[in-house]
């Protein structure tokens, strides 16, 4: 296991820990390639989290965790929010959590398919829709008619309207939102991954491996990596992303994994240095287990798929 020397030490057995069973069914669905009778037993144990059960405390049948006609309503800690939180914990789709993805597709998509605030309908806002798209294919939406629109109208400004991708607050390209639409396009449905979605993943790839990053000035924030995320990205979310392309074997995918190693402490593990609002588990300047496993993943697709053995 070539990518296992890449660590300073092995934090794998780390992420097993019950603690966190979050991390421990992505650990042992991607890393040990458990098979489907475990890690549904696995995921299961999600809910059993008082963490988790916590939130399921503040959700009602007439609003859920927000408002129930302004799906985007309190950001990450709202009705949108959560279902990205869920989607990032690797949850199943809990029955509280149907209702909501439909208000979302029927309140929060509009007709030409993007996902995006009511205040901002004028904008692209790929991190709106990379997101909705993202959560809706992790909780089995994607053979919905909707998600299916909101898919192609996604390839078509890729491919065909490039000038479409920027965003009207930034002045420019947003990374951010780049990044969130290609975890939505590597999630796609296996029936849906047409040529179209192979060439989308293609340039926004591209866009993110070629670009100059500043790790000193401008880009000083990426890599100030954090979980869970909205709609910001960093680079821990960057190289997990690029890892699961063709990307992985660029020269300058490699430049990035060498960036996201020097965040390793001597265990082997990766901090969180950035705050959340919302499900504030860990704790800032202290190890992340989400942020270790995501390191870690990202070695294995990119050094050799090895399931992993002590």
Same mark, same amino acid.
């Given at each position: 296991?070539?990518?296992?020397? $890449?660590?300073?030490? +092995?934090?794998?057995?780390?992420? &097993?820990?019950?603690?966190?069973?979050?991390?421990?069914?992505?650990?042992?669905?991607?890393?040990?390639?458990?098979?489907?009778?475990? &890690?549904?037993?696995e995921?299961?144990?999600?809910?059993?989290?008082?963490? @988790?059960q916590?939130?399921?405390?503040?959700?009602?049948? #007439?609003?859920?965790?927000?408002?129930?006609?302004?799906? %985007?309503?309190?950001? =990450?800690?709202?009705?949108?929010?959560?279902?990205?939180?869920?989607?990032?914990?690797?949850?199943?789709? #809990?029955?509280e959590?149907?209702?909501?993805?439909?208000?979302?597709?029927?309140?929060?998509?509009?007709?030409?398919?993007?996902?995006?605030?009511?205040?901002? !309908?004028?904008?692209?806002?790929?991190?709106?829709?990379?997101?909705?798209?993202?959560? /809706?294919?992790?909780?089995?939406?994607?053979?919905?008619?909707?998600?299916?629109?909101?898919?192609?109208?996604?390839?078509?400004?890729?491919?065909?309207?490039?000038?479409? *991708?920027?965003? =009207?607050?930034?002045?420019?390209?947003?990374?951010?939102g780049?990044?969130?639409?290609?975890?939505?396009?590597?999630? @796609?449905?296996? *029936?849906?991954?047409?040529?179209?979605?192979?060439?989308?993943?293609?340039?926004?790839?591209?866009? *993110?491996?070629?670009?100059?990053?500043?790790?000193?000035?401008?880009d000083?924030?990426?890599?100030?990596?954090?979980?869970?995320? #909205? %709609? +910001?990205?960093?680079?821990?979310? $960057?190289?997990?992303?690029?890892?699961?392309?063709d990307?992985?074997?660029?020269?300058?995918?490699?430049?990035?994994?060498? !960036?996201? $190693?020097t /965040?390793?402490?001597?265990?082997?593990?990766?901090?969180?240095? !950035?705050?959340?609002?919302?499900?504030?588990?860990?704790?800032?300047?202290? =190890?992340?287990?989400?942020?270790?496993?995501?390191?870690?993943?990202?070695?294995?697709?990119? %050094?050799?798929?090895?399931?992993?053995?002590?």
């Amino acid at each position: 296991m070539p990518w296992l020397k $890449l660590l300073k030490r +092995d934090s794998v057995p780390w992420l &097993l820990d019950p603690e966190n069973p979050s991390v421990r069914f992505l650990a042992l669905r991607d890393i040990f390639k458990k098979p489907p009778a475990i &890690l549904e037993v696995e995921q299961q144990r999600i809910r059993e989290w008082p963490a @988790v059960q916590e939130i399921f405390q503040h959700w009602n049948r #007439y609003n859920f965790w927000g408002r129930m006609y302004a799906p %985007y309503y309190g950001g =990450p800690v709202g009705n949108f929010g959560t279902l990205y939180l869920f989607a990032q914990l690797g949850a199943p789709l #809990y029955p509280e959590l149907e209702p909501v993805c439909e208000n979302l597709l029927d309140i929060g998509r509009f007709e030409d398919g993007r996902f995006v605030p009511e205040m901002h !309908r004028a904008a692209p806002w790929l991190c709106y829709t990379g997101m909705a798209l993202r959560l /809706l294919y992790h909780f089995g939406y994607g053979a919905d008619s909707r998600v299916i629109s909101t898919h192609a109208a996604l390839l078509h400004t890729i491919l065909f309207r490039p000038e479409l *991708l920027a965003c =009207p607050m930034l002045g420019g390209l947003c990374r951010s939102g780049l990044v969130k639409a290609l975890d939505a396009l590597i999630h @796609v449905p296996p *029936l849906q991954r047409t040529g179209d979605n192979a060439a989308a993943i293609e340039t926004l790839g591209e866009m *993110l491996v070629m670009h100059a990053y500043d790790w000193g000035a401008q880009d000083a924030d990426w890599l100030a990596a954090t979980f869970p995320r #909205y %709609y +910001d990205a960093d680079i821990l979310e $960057l190289c997990h992303v690029l890892a699961q392309t063709d990307y992985r074997t660029q020269p300058r995918f490699e430049e990035l994994v060498q !960036r996201m $190693l020097t /965040l390793q402490n001597e265990q082997g593990r990766w901090r969180k240095l !950035r705050a959340t609002p919302v499900f504030p588990i860990e704790r800032i300047q202290h =190890p992340s287990r989400w942020l270790t496993y995501e390191a870690v993943h990202t070695l294995t697709l990119t %050094y050799g798929d090895t399931i992993y053995a002590p």
